[in-house]
Structures are given as C-alpha cells and as structure tokens.
C-alpha cells in the first residue's frame, strides 16, 4: 500500500501474511475504534447479537458526543404525543428529503423509519428523556425542556410538504446534556460486555495478504500513566470561550506526552474494525486543508468536539485505501435568536445585500456567512426599537436562557457594533453600499407591510419594519471572537450505506473495515441539523454492528 501523507499519528498499515501468523495481545469479533455515541452504539449492540467487544479510545471515551447537547432528532415518538404532536416516519421523511443530504433516499427513508425505534432502544438502555416542550424560536432549549423544533420545521418552504413537529429530543440533565445521554450509553454498553480499553491510541491497521483489516496496533500506554493523560485531555473544554490558543497547547502538550511510549499491543479483529473516533476539527492542518477560513479564525470559533476529534480514524481508513467525501464540509452555527429582537433584523454581506432568511437554522446562518468573500464578512441591521428590545431581552431573557442572551450581549457591546442616525452614515461606517443596503432595507419593509413576500423565505411573522433610527449595524464576521460560531467537521470515510463497510475509490469495499459516526460520511454530512449528529451515531454504529456480526 503506498504511503500516505498523514496529518496525524497514525501509520501504513501493518501487512501479514495471515492472521494466525501474529502473536496477537488480545482478540474479539468486533473492535471499536473510538469509544463515543458511535462506538458506544456499535459496542452494545454487537454484544445484543452475541459478540465479543473490545472498544479502544485514545483517551477515557465520550469523545464529542459526552460534550455534546444531548439533542436526538426522531419522530413519531411517545414524547411528541405525550406532548400533543402527531408525527410519524413519514411526515419525518417528508420534512428531511427536502433538506440537503449526503445519502441516498432510500438510506434516508430507512432512518426515519427507524428512528422511533432507535430512540425506544437508548430509552431501555438508560438514556432519559422527556415530553416537556419549548415552543419558541431557539438555538438550544433552556433547562427544563427536552422537546423542541432542531431545524427548519416551522420555515414556510417547508410547511408546505410537511407538517411541522418539534422532534429535537434532548436527553434530561441540566446544561448541554451530552453527558448524561454518554453517561447512561456507556454503562449500558460495559454492563453487556463490551470490554473498553481506555488510553489506548491506535497507531496503524493490520491487514492481511489478501487486503482484509484483521485487526489493530496499539501505543501502549502504561495504567498508572492514564491519570496523567486524562488531565492533559481535561485540559481542552469545547464550550470555553476565547480558549483557541490554550486548546492547542493541550493538544501539543498530549502528543508529546503520548509519544514517550514506546510500547505497542497487536489486537485481532476476527469480524471487522470499526472506526468510529470522531471528526478532525481538533487538528488544524486539517482544518487548513479542508477550509482554510476557519484555520485562519480558529481563535474566534467555538469547535466543538474532543481533543480526540483529530482525523485520526479518517486516517486510519485512508491508510488502507479508503475514500473520502465531503471533507470540506463544515458545521458553522451562528446563532440568530435569543434574542427575538435580533429575528427582526436583516443580514448583509459586505456589500449590505441579504444572503439568508434570518429565521433559518443556526447552522444555514453560520454555512451562509462561512461561504460569504471578505472572510465570512456579515452584518445584523437594527432600527432602535429591535435594538433596544434585543438589549433588554438579553438582560432580562427569563428563566434557563442566560446562557445563550450573555453571548449575544456582549457581542452588542464588544463586538464592533456600529450606530448611526441614517442608514447612510450607517452604510459607510460599516463599509457597506448605501444603495444595496437601502434596497434590502426597502424590501424588508414592503415585506412587513403585506406588499410582497419575503424573497428569502422568511416567515411573516418574523418581519418588522426598519425605520426607526438611530440605526445599529452588529457584527457577524466569522473571524469576530464575540459572535461565538460553533464549528465541527461533517466529512469523512465514503461508505457503503447497507453496512458501513469503508469503500475505496472504485466504490469496491474494503473488507473487514467500517466506519460510523463523524468519522464516516453519514446522514448530517450535509445540511445538518440538530440532533442529527446523535441519531446519526446510533443508526450507523447499529449499522455496522449487524454486518460485523452477520458477515462473520
């Protein structure tokens, strides 16, 4: 196998002549590469079909799922018709099919279909959830709700093929409940078996004479150093702000520390490795290559994910011939409301034309301004009566939601907000054509008095007239540390949607290898939306579970 130019630390595969030819450490049917929402899925129900697991993760496990919102997309569930909402799989599908998406309709279809059974499974393995709604426009709902509309249901376009129904299901727990959804995966997983083996980086693949992955090579890291390792993982907290410089540090201090072993450990695959370890938004150089704007203002974003969200499972795949798609498609969620008085602005772009509809989901928001020239340069219009509504909303934003108003607040007031009595001043202030900006301005408001719909789609209820100054213009530059983009990668390992399997670039399969989760291009690789992540996990690492343990 030729050589590959790696961005991380792994290697070429080992090649064997065969696999009884090794003096493997350890073996099991299925090993799970990367212990998160994917590997965690796989592990369980592979040992629900009768097989042996052994789960390797570089670091204790939970990756970016532990971190995460704990938000799970299904419909047709007992929440929504405990909460009121009549919605089914095909309502659910109807809703999807016309967002973007990676996979095909049939794959789709398939998800939606399963969904309620797949959330039904978490649920009698532990994972809690609950029917209580929030009903309004939001980014994440406060604590106290775990049922709310994730994407764009509620957008005009869409209410015309399907009906609207919250299917946002976020697990129950206070703050981002990503922990308590891995919290409760994890116990189920080791409870039945799967056998984790934490601290344990994969360093290559072995494959056979014949191209089959047969199993993995470890860096041996010794039990009482695991503590020592934990703390440097510790170090890197997603959801701190302003923590770019300081999470790279954490990730040098880590490689360093890892590369003071010298001690490898062989594990056989008897049905097949899963790589489920994340995706590569941790690794810069690979950030850089993929999308060199969010390389550039990697101290402006929020990435969300683990330290070990690095590339390396992408790699590793790579290594053995696998493909790649969708690499260069990146989550970037810019969060509009809260506050309601910002929904009644407009975004420009530098050249002060609209380029979205405001009330579309946070990730459309941020894709829009990420793709914009001038380095996602992009500004939110507001006459004086949005402006002060938004500030006093953000003061006094009601009962959970400080958390998502205090960004917003100090983006008002740190973040290189402009003021001006006419839209003009405003206009040249901020860089702006003062005849496209009064254009925009001039079609909002036909919009808000009934003259014309929204030519972007957004709802009517949404528009407030703008004609009130003085006139304030916020910044929403993707390189602005004070607008808080949330940002993860989507692509990955190209796989066969049947069973997971990793697929070369003739579309031929790689056997004995599979992918799941971000790792692998997957149901949110393109068009993501809230919760879809999750799901996502458990539909492809049950996926893949089943082929491991069917093909044997």
Known sequence: MAHFDYLTAVGDPLIVASPDAVAWDDS?????????????????????????????????????????????????????????????????FAYLSQEESAVSEETLRRFCEGSND???????????????????????????????????????????????????????????????????????????????????????????????VVGVETRDIPADQWPAHEAIYRKLNPMRPFAGVRHEKAIAEAARFEANFAGRRLLRARGGVLLSAGGYVYNLKMVERHRPLFARVYKAIVRIGSM?????????????????????????????????????????????????????????????????????????????QNWRDAIRQCMFPGKGLYMYTLPSLLN??????????????????????????????????????????????????????????????????????????????LGGLEVDEGSGAVLRDDASTIPGLYAAGRTAVGLCSKGYLSGMSLADTVFSGRRAARAVLTDQ
């Open 28 to 92: 099991a049917d299925l090993i799970v590469v990367g212990f998160g929402g994917a590997g965690a899925s796989a592990g369980l129900q592979a040992r629900e079909l009768g097989g042996e697991v052994i789960a390797l993760d570089r670091f204790g496990g939970g990756g970016a799922t532990a971190f995460s919102g704990g938000i799970y997309y299904a419909g047709g569930t007992r929440y929504q018709a405990e909460a009121g909402y009549e919605d089914s799989a095909a309502n659910m």
């Open 118 to 212: 797949d959330i039904e499974w978490l649920a009698r393995h532990g994972v809690p959830f609950d029917s209580t709604t929030w009903k309004d426009k939001t980014a994440y709902p406060p604590d106290g709700y775990f049922l709310y509309y994730s994407g764009n249901e509620k957008v005009p376009s869409y209410t015309r093929t399907a009906t609207p129904a919250p299917r946002g299901h976020r697990a129950v727990g206070p703050g981002f409940s990503g922990y308590a959804y891995f919290g409760a995966l994890q116990a189920a997983a080791l409870g039945s078996g799967v056998r984790l083996q934490p601290h344990s980086p994969v360093v290559r693949l072995v494959v056979d004479g014949e191209g089959r």
């Open 308 to 384: 070990g969200c690095d590339g390396s499972g992408i790699e590793l795949g790579q290594s053995a011939g696998g493909a790649t798609r969708l690499m260069d498609e990146i989550f970037a969620g810019r969060s509009i409301v809260p506050p309601e008085g910002f929904l009644h602005g407009i975004l420009v772009d530098a050249e002060g034309q609209r380029f979205i509809n405001e009330d579309a989901y946070t990730g459309f928001v941020g894709e829009k301004i990420g793709k914009l020239p001038h380095d996602g340069k992009a500004w939110l219009i507001l006459d004086h």
């Open 412 to 489: 008002m007031l740190f973040g290189g907000t402009k003021k001006a009595r006419s839209l003009d001043a405003l206009a040249r202030k901020c860089g702006l054509d003062p005849a496209a900006l009064g254009e925009s301005i001039a079609i909002n408001n036909d919009v808000a008095a009934g003259r014309r719909d929204d030519p972007l789609g957004k709802a009517r209820e949404n528009v407030r007239p703008l004609k009130q100054g003085p006139f304030h213009a916020i910044n929403m530059d993707m390189g602005n540390k004070f607008a808080s983009t949330l940002v993860f990668s």
